[in-house]
């Protein structure tokens, strides 16, 4: 087992520091500091655009056990500014890999930290709620990290989904008769697997592309990405989304950052929640059904039940855990989001229904279409 | 959807005497199920035979049947009681083949019994396996290529069809029993003969062999809704081939990509839908191929089993519990989860920790054993050790285990011998992993151990680790040792006695400890919360582990937070082995019960995952640890308890005492130097001549010599045997010279430099048990049980009757007196065990135990009477005389103790009694008078089966 014994440190906005070795490339990283409860898919979760500039603490002790295997990635890059473990693997034990988790992030200029104790750190986190750190193997000194993590912007009222989206609007094929369009506000490419596997053609947007722009190409439905970044700093994608909720009878669906710019767009209030959620094991209740589905969840912010106007909107999933809302059905509309994740990757598969549902309803349109 | 209204009374079916393949881990089980039906206002009725379970205590259910498990018992209980439905899923596969039995005779139907929990069509789905096959087929879950044979011919003829090596599967037994990989024809044919006689149904499977694949397991629970969950995934560390009841195994998968991981979950799911809607638990267990991935299901079990026991233990997600729950309609997300209180049932658990499994085997006590692992179980009990990091819990596993190591090897105790270890690496043993160990630190590749064991590289690349961490370790001396390095060695699980050796010089453990402390190196003590730290939890489940204090130089973060309150440690009795087993895990938990009536905090150390000892809301407190004395130091520490029970656990608990005393931690009870006397043969015998007790003459021997004289000083035939053993181990009756030298000899290549005792044995003599009570003034006899075998078998061994059946008043009478005053010299406070041989009407004290003893669940059975509650309070400083009303038997008739024994999964073991205790269990039959059966049967077959 190499050992590199580049010491490396951890420092929270609110003081505390701990110390470890540096894993990754050697250097410095801030940003919000998470964490995420899932034992399997790390990779996916490190390259998941959701997470861009936050930094990612595992609470399962050992990562890296099966090395990266590059078409397990949900983006061409790692998205988190940084990573956090408790007992790294530099081996890894995977015929089918590419390449170590450790030459991968330095690959990437990815820094990280390992040998702390990330149960302590959640436990901090649960209590004192998401904060801002800094990682760095290139400063040893507290004070200084100390201060570098204060300084750090908060992510409340930060847009970063321009960031991870696409500059240009490309194209991806399928053998299926339904054309939907995408707005990236940084999605995971499981999420286009899924559509393209449900017979969609795709067409993927960069954020603020206008919607006339969008309706040119002439969808059949617009789904509206997951994504970083705080929404209420989206007007611009707001303002998208209330147009194809008001003015067109297209399907829409939303996951995630989706999800909250569906919310605003039709008035209800996203709040930033005290450590939110990231795991791959939150039970969420489908109203409608009754059954309970294991979900991949990974939001800081979330939509304010009691904000949600009954005319407008109705509650269609529930965190069976803290109540808190996971899924919207739109009234007299055609369309639904979710909080949580349905492509799974990684995660539970018992969601995937969901991009089923979005299907059927591209039937009824495009049939009624047809019809007209 | 609430629970259903119409199911007020459930008859729940035990699963009777612990064998190999169904242990303690369904007292486990079936106590939680009994307990929550109970709480929901379900009148419970309870079939079991085994004496020794905290499940048939008065406590736990309404009423309990202590009846042996025949079909004919269970249908005469289920017309006495008319319950609304059974639940035979927390019993095992005895349970689940009584209910079997029972619906093809349409009894349950013609009751109007319903069956809940399970569903007896998809049991025989899974258990008959063509079936299995077909509907796996049906719904596209590979499965390894086989067909079924009745008949040697066709066996021979799918043989060819499939190529070697072949495994060999009899339809229809427990715990796999005579299932075997085989790689040459005659290997085939004995196996195949051997496998269609076994199979009640007398026929055999012939499957595609995919040893070497790696093997995972899934526990699964669903409810009436269909709604699915995973509790726990395992991954065997040893690969296909071996009996995951004999695989180290390790909670959460280590080895699996979320994609994988993710593609055998949709897979069990799948299975489970496809058999039947029944609400409860499942276990689905694969079989990867490392090269090329291919994954294939291998058995589901629609039941809860040893895996979801230790799957409960590993998580802190009671199973059974909840299964028992869904079983009488509730759906998942109704229930809360009891760990955090505040979050949902329906979810999967998610672990910030590493757990591994190491079974405990036996097999010095069948001589002749065949010790290579394979299909079928063979291993008696298990240890389960959690740590932050693979390598800390493999560890503290080892340290659990009690076979004399203070981790995995780097003890002094190693033999590098290159030739042993790759002859003993060839096959698979118990020592295994310590034999990979050896191998590494011989200079083996990852690759040289992953060819010869097939064991994932991500596990012998941790164990390689080790190594290196070893040689490092080697460099230094106490003085030049880095304080960083030292926290290392103990964040990878190294005991202070492991690094004492390692270093250079003449450093003993105590100095290693002395020398971390001074550094502020500790362990910390974590939380098993279910969920990874997420949400905060009130269930007080702890582990130990090290981590780094913060860069300010603050400690690092305790959880177990020490209360005001006044606390007793209860020590617990370790894995299952034969002669010390559930019996004292009962104890413990009466122990552990009744300190908490009494107004302490009771606390918990224990190491066994199948036991109730172990369940999270049993004790105040609870540490999952090794019972290894560096870990129970530290907890003590910690906690400062005002004592530590040691009675309770057996000798596993005893042995603590010595170092309990030595460092000032108070013993609640006898006090040391009388448990220290009793252990003392000299001294010992010295107590009963000052008392005027007969008792053998006897002598010690350190040689063959020094033994053959002793032997002709006293007369043949004599008793030997080695001192602090177990169940009499290595122990034999000699009747001239040669036999002795010979004992003597294996006695030595067993356990070199050990004191031999050698005592004459009363041939033809009647042996009596008894158990007591005694508070330092008064004594309470709880029972006296006379033997039905002559004195040479061990009492584990023997069939006991309480009361005696031929003893005169007399004979009874002096006994009592014997025990009274060996008791009061003693100055016994709690339990005492006297066992006593009565040879032409003199009573002859054999040995004494001042603790609670094997006997002691089946007296307080029997009588009624709750000897381990009271003999805790007793420790607690009560007195006998404030529990008259308590001590107050109620027997008819008589009880019987009837050893139950696993020769079956031995056939190559002769079946012979003698000193060694070799019954992996126990019932309790209670007769009306000596003409019953079960008094007659083992009557007129008493002395068949003695050997020396």
């Known amino acids: ?372 | 959807m609430p629970k259903r209204d119409d199911i007020r009374k459930v008859l729940i079916i035990g699963s009777g005497p612990i064998v190999i393949g169904q242990a303690c881990e369904f007292d486990y089980s079936g106590t939680q199920a009994c307990r929550a039906l109970r709480a929901e206002g379900i009148e419970v009725v309870l079939i079991n035979s085994n004496p020794a379970t905290i499940m048939t205590d008065p406590m736990i259910a309404d009423r309990v049947y202590l009846r042996p498990l025949s079909a004919e018992n269970v249908r005469e209980v289920a017309l006495l009681e008319k319950p609304d439905a059974v639940l035979p899923t927390m019993g095992g596969q005895t349970a689940l083949n009584l209910a079997v039995e029972l619906e093809n005779e349409g009894f349950w139907r013609e009751q109007g019994i319903e069956i809940i929990g399970a569903d007896i069509t998809a049991i025989r789905i899974t258990e008959d396996r063509q079936a299995f096959r077909d509907l796996m087929m049906r719904i596209g879950i590979d499965i390894p290529r086989s067909r079924l044979a009745r008949s040697l011919l066709e066996a021979k003829e799918i043989a060819e069809e499939i190529g070697f090596p072949l495994v060999i599967r009899p339809s229809f037994t427990l715990g796999g029993t005579g299932a075997g990989i085989v790689w040459t024809r005659e290997e085939f044919e004995r196996r195949v003969l051997r496998g269609l006689e076994m199979s009640p149904v007398h026929e055999v499977l012939i499957e595609e062999s995919i040893y070497g694949w790696k093997e995972f397991e899934l526990e699964l629970l669903r409810d009436r809704h269909d709604n699915v969950i995973i509790v726990c995934s395992i991954e065997n560390v040893d690969p296909m081939g071996i009996h995951t009841g004999d695989s180290v195994t390790v909670a959460p998968a280590q080895t699996l990509s979320d994609r994988l991981y993710q593609q055998m979950r949709d897979m069990a799911i799948r299975m489970m839908r496809s058999i039947g809607n029944f609400a409860g638990g499942c276990n689905v267990q694969f079989a990867v191929d490392p090269k090329t991935e291919r994954m294939v299901a291998i058995e589901i079990n629609p039941r809860v089993s040893r895996s979801s026991a230790l799957a409960s233990k590993a998580t802190g997600y009671p199973i059974a519990k909840v299964a028992a729950r869904l079983a009488i309609g509730y759906t998942l997300d109704e229930l809360p989860n009891d760990v955090t209180g505040t979050t949902s049932a329906c979810f999967e658990p998610a672990l910030d920790y590493v757990v591994v499994k190491i079974p405990r085997w036996n097999f010095d006590k069948f001589p002749g054993a065949d010790e290579e692992l394979g299909m079928q179980m063979k291993a008696v009990g298990e240890v389960m050790a959690i740590g932050r990091t693979f390598l800390e819990a493999l560890q503290k596993a080892w340290q659990s285990l009690e076979v004399g190591r203070d981790g995995l090897g780097m003890d002094g105790r190693d033999v590098l011998d290159p030739q042993l270890v790759r002859k003993r690496l060839r096959r698979p043993y118990w020592d295994r992993l310590l034999q990979i160990r050896n191998a590494f630190a011989l200079g083996a590749s990852v690759e040289e151990v992953y060819d010869i064991t097939r064991i994932d590289p991500w596990f012998l690349h941790q164990i390689r680790y080790l190594v290196e961490l070893e040689r490092e370790a080697r460099r230094y001396t106490p003085r030049t040792l880095p304080r960083d390095f030292l926290l290392e060695l103990k964040q990878a699980g190294f005991s202070d006695a492991q690094i004492a050796h390692l270093l250079q010089g003449e450093v003993r453990e105590e100095e290693v400890r002395k020398l971390r402390q001074s550094w502020g190196i500790r362990p910390v003590f974590k939380l098993v919360d279910t969920c990874a730290a997420e949400f905060p939890a009130e269930t007080p489940y702890y582990y130990s582990a090290y981590e780094r204090e913060d860069a300010w130089g603050n400690p690092p973060e305790n959880e177990s937070v020490r209360s005001d309150r006044p606390k007793v440690v209860i020590l617990g009795s370790g894995p299952n082995r034969i002669g010390q087993g559930i019996e004292f895990d009962y104890s413990c938990v009466h122990g552990v019960l009744a300190a908490r009536q009494e107004g302490y905090e009771a606390i918990m150390i224990n190491c066994n995952p199948e036991t109730v000892s172990t369940d999270f809301d049993v004790a105040d407190k609870l540490y999952f640890e090794p019972l290894y004395w560096e870990r129970v130091r530290d907890i003590l520490e910690h906690e400062q308890p005002i004592g530590v029970i040691v009675q309770l656990g057996g000798q596993t608990a005893l042995k603590l005492a010595q170092k309990l005393h030595e460092h000032g931690f108070p013993i609640l009870g006898t006090a040391f130097e009388s448990l220290d006397l009793a252990e003392d043969r000299g001294k010992f015998s010295d107590l009963l001549r000052e008392l005027g007790i007969p008792y053998p003459p006897y002598g010690v021997a350190h040689s063959v010599g020094e033994a053959i004289n002793v032997a002709r000083r006293i007369g043949y035939p004599v008793l030997v045997r080695p001192s602090y053993v177990l169940g009499g181990q290595g122990m034999r009756i000699a009747v001239n010279d040669e036999e002795l030298a010979a004992y003597v000899q294996r006695i030595y290549e067993m356990l070199p430099d050990n004191v031999l005792l050698i005592d004459r044995f009363l041939e033809n003599g009647i042996e009596v048990d008894v158990d007591a009570l005694f508070d330092g003034e008064e004594i309470y006899i709880g029972g006296i049980m006379q033997h039905i075998e002559p004195a040479g078998v061990h009492s584990g061994d023997s069939t006991a009757v309480l009361p005696p059946f031929s003893l005169s008043e007399e004979i009874q009478a002096t006994i009592r007196d014997y025990t009274e005053r060996i008791a009061r010299r003693l100055q016994v406070v709690g339990a005492i065990n006297v066992q006593f041989v009565v040879q032409n009407e003199v009573v002859y004290v054999i040995e004494a135990n001042p603790r609670a003893s094997r006997t002691v669940p089946f007296v307080a059975k029997a009588t009624g009477v709750p000897l381990a509650d009271i003999a805790t309070r007793l420790m607690l400083g009560r007195k006998l005389r404030e529990f008259r009303h308590l001590l107050q038997p109620r027997l008819e008739g008589y009880a019987i103790k009837e050893p139950v024994f696993s020769f079956e999964k031995f056939p190559e073991v002769e079946r012979e009694l003698g000193p060694e205790m070799k019954s992996t269990g126990e019932a309790i039959v209670f007769v009306r008078d000596l003409r019953d059966e079960h008094f007659q049967r083992p009557y007129k077959i008493r002395s068949l089966y003695l050997s020396r």
């Open chain 1, 1 to 372: 087992m190499p050992h590199k014994r580049v010491p490396a440190k951890l420092a929270l906005a609110d003081g505390t520091v701990v110390s470890g070795w540096a894993i990754g490339r050697l250097g410095e990283a801030a940003g919000e500091l998470c964490f995420n409860t899932s034992m399997t898919g790390y990779q996916e979760i490190f390259t998941d655009p959701s997470y861009y500039g936050q930094l990612m603490m595992m609470s399962y002790p050992h990562i890296g056990n099966y090395g990266v295997t590059e078409e397990h990635s949900e983006a061409p890059r790692p998205m988190v500014q940084g990573v956090i473990v408790r007992a790294f693997s530099y081996v890894y034990s995977n015929p089918h890999a590419d390449t170590s988790l450790d030459e991968w992030l330095d690959r990437h200029g990815i820094v990280g930290i390992t040998g702390v104790d990330t149960r302590m750190l959640v436990r901090l986190l649960r209590h004192k709620g998401a904060m801002n750190a800094v990682i760095s193997s290139v400063d040893l000194d507290n004070e200084s990290l100390v201060e570098k993590a204060r300084r750090w912007p908060s992510m409340q009222g930060l847009e970063l989904a321009s960031r991870v989206s696409t500059p240009d609007p490309y194209e991806l094929p399928s053998d299926g008769p339904f054309r939907v369009a995408v707005y990236d506000y940084g999605v995971k490419r499981s999420i286009l697997e899924q559509l393209r596997s449900r017979g969609c053609t795709l067409r993927v947007f960069p954020a603020r592309t206008p919607v006339e722009a969008v309706l040119a190409w002439n969808p059949d439905g617009v789904f509206f990405s997951n994504g970083p970044g705080d929404p209420n700093a989206m007007p611009y994608a707001i303002q998208t989304v209330r147009f194809f909720l008001e003015q067109t009878d297209l399907p829409l669906f939303g996951i995630c950052l989706g999800h909250q710019l569906m919310a605003l767009a039709s008035g209800c209030t996203v709040y930033k929640m005290h450590t939110g959620h990231r795991g791959a094991n939150h039970p969420v209740k489908n109203l409608q059904t009754g059954r309970v589905e294991i979900t991949t969840q990974n939001h800081g912010f979330a939509v304010a039940a009691d904000s949600i106007d009954p005319t407008v909107a109705r509650i269609s999933h529930l965190n069976l855990n803290d109540h808190t809302v996971e899924g919207l059905e739109f009234v007299g509309r055609n369309a639904f989001c979710v909080q949580y994740h349905p492509e799974a990757c990684p995660g539970p598969h018992d969601s995937r229904y969901l991009f089923d549902e979005f299907r059927a309803r591209l039937e009824v349109y495009v049939t009624q279409k047809v019809a007209c």
